[in-house]
């Protein structure tokens, strides 16, 4: 407990609030709301002011999360209880963050769950897939790859999209069995489609972008791919996936 009877996620909190709201441009925070189309407000701070801030906090002797139990709090409560943006952002830099290292080691996809149904849009699920997720499943696809073809047809489009980018930057430790089957059935026309047989917008980017980032380690496989399923795919989808394979 810190002095002020505070619990240090508590503490840590409250700190990068105030921070964020020092460090704040209102002019920039309008830009920001209307670009990521957010009903969240912004304070106007770029990300990488967000992960500076974060670092400098959690380097504070009476911020440092000693236990996961305080580790998950803070997270929380600055995802659950933002008033703006950046305190989610701040939230996944937490996560993100080398001290927290540790508390990651057994498992948080319970955790990245709930930052994904209840971020649900882009800017913060594609933080927590390509980089929470994905390192969780690169530690330990034993336990994790399951979890992401059960996500890939679950009912959240959101929790489908973290599925599919879930190995972004694997690069040579590419699971392609893992890639087929998270991607499959998503297609145009899958039992997770919307009415007419098409995918949302944001599944159709998703899978492109996958293929795209896959082709890099493993250009023949994404080509023979997207030959095998071009039917199911739409324009969008191919042109992402061949990007870098000039197709």
Same mark, same amino acid.
């Given at each position: 407990?810190?002095?002020?009877?505070?619990?240090?996620?508590?503490?840590?909190?409250?700190?990068?609030?105030?921070?964020?709201?020092?460090?704040?441009?209102?002019?920039?925070?309008?830009?920001?709301?209307?670009?990521?189309?957010?009903?969240?407000?912004?304070?106007?701070?770029?990300?990488?002011?967000?992960?500076?801030?974060?670092?400098?906090?959690?380097?504070?002797?009476?911020?440092?999360?000693?236990?996961?139990?305080?580790?998950? #709090?803070?997270?929380?409560?600055?995802?659950?209880?933002?008033?703006?943006?950046?305190?989610?952002?701040?939230?996944?830099?937490?996560?993100?963050?080398?001290?927290?290292?540790?508390?990651?080691?057994?498992?948080?996809?319970?955790?990245?769950?709930?930052?994904?149904?209840?971020?649900?849009?882009?800017?913060?699920?594609?933080?927590?897939?390509?980089?929470?997720?994905?390192?969780?499943?690169?530690?330990?696809?034993?336990?994790?790859?399951?979890?992401?073809?059960?996500?890939?047809?679950?009912?959240?489009?959101?929790?489908?999209?973290?599925?599919?980018?879930?190995?972004?930057?694997?690069?040579?430790?590419?699971?392609?069995?893992?890639? $087929?089957?998270?991607?499959?059935?998503?297609?145009?026309?899958?039992?997770? #489609?919307?009415?007419?047989?098409?995918?949302?917008?944001?599944? $159709?980017?998703?899978?492109?972008?996958?293929?795209?980032?896959?082709?890099?380690?493993?250009?023949?496989?994404?080509? #023979?791919?997207?030959?095998?399923?071009?039917?199911?795919?739409?324009?969008?989808?191919?042109?992402?996936?061949?990007?870098?394979?000039?197709?």
């Amino acid at each position: 407990m810190t002095s002020s009877g505070e619990a240090a996620h508590e503490c840590l909190a409250h700190a990068i609030r105030a921070a964020l709201a020092e460090a704040g441009d209102p002019d920039r925070a309008v830009q920001q709301q209307a670009y990521m189309k957010s009903t969240m407000p912004y304070r106007g701070v770029a990300t990488a002011e967000v992960r500076r801030i974060v670092a400098v906090e959690l380097d504070r002797p009476e911020h440092r999360l000693h236990d996961r139990r305080d580790w998950e #709090a803070a997270i929380l409560g600055l995802w659950d209880e933002a008033a703006y943006r950046e305190e989610r952002y701040a939230a996944t830099a937490i996560a993100r963050h080398r001290t927290s290292r540790l508390h990651r080691a057994g498992g948080a996809l319970d955790l990245w769950r709930h930052l994904v149904v209840t971020g649900a849009w882009w800017d913060l699920v594609d933080e927590v897939a390509s980089h929470l997720v994905r390192d969780e499943l690169l530690a330990d696809p034993g336990r994790v790859a399951p979890v992401m073809r059960a996500w890939s047809v679950d009912p959240d489009m959101w929790v489908r999209r973290t599925a599919i980018l879930s190995q972004l930057g694997a690069k040579r430790a590419l699971d392609l069995d893992l890639l $087929r089957d998270v991607i499959e059935p998503n297609l145009e026309g899958a039992a997770t #489609a919307g009415p007419g047989g098409r995918q949302d917008f944001f599944i $159709r980017k998703a899978i492109g972008w996958a293929l795209r980032d896959a082709a890099r380690p493993q250009p023949d496989w994404v080509g #023979a791919f997207v030959r095998e399923h071009e039917s199911r795919m739409s324009g969008l989808t191919v042109r992402e996936a061949l990007k870098h394979l000039g197709g």
